[in-house]
């Protein structure tokens, strides 16, 4: 159950800095390392988010911003 809720807290985490403003990935995932987690549990949340639609890029260019998506702000206001 630990894990679960260290999963949960992490994906409030990004979700809750992306609902702010739009932020580069390395940008993101600094920002949510100095909070809480490491690198490999950024990745693996932040691969989950955005396979599953919380989360996409903001434009098409390689370094654009990721944005929160209506998905992800339902999940949001459920965390």
Not at 34 to 53: D, M, P, Q, S, W
């Amino acid at each position: 159950m630990r894990r679960l809720d260290e999963r949960l807290r992490l994906a409030k985490t990004v979700l809750h800095e992306l609902s702010r403003q739009k932020l580069c990935r390395t940008e993101l995932e600094k920002r949510t390392v100095r909070k809480i987690g490491t690198h490999a549990t950024f990745e693996g949340i932040f691969r989950y988010l955005v396979l599953n639609g919380y989360v996409q890029k903001g434009e098409q260019k390689h370094r654009a911003p990721y944005v929160i998506t209506e998905k992800g702000f339902k999940l949001l206001e459920g965390l």
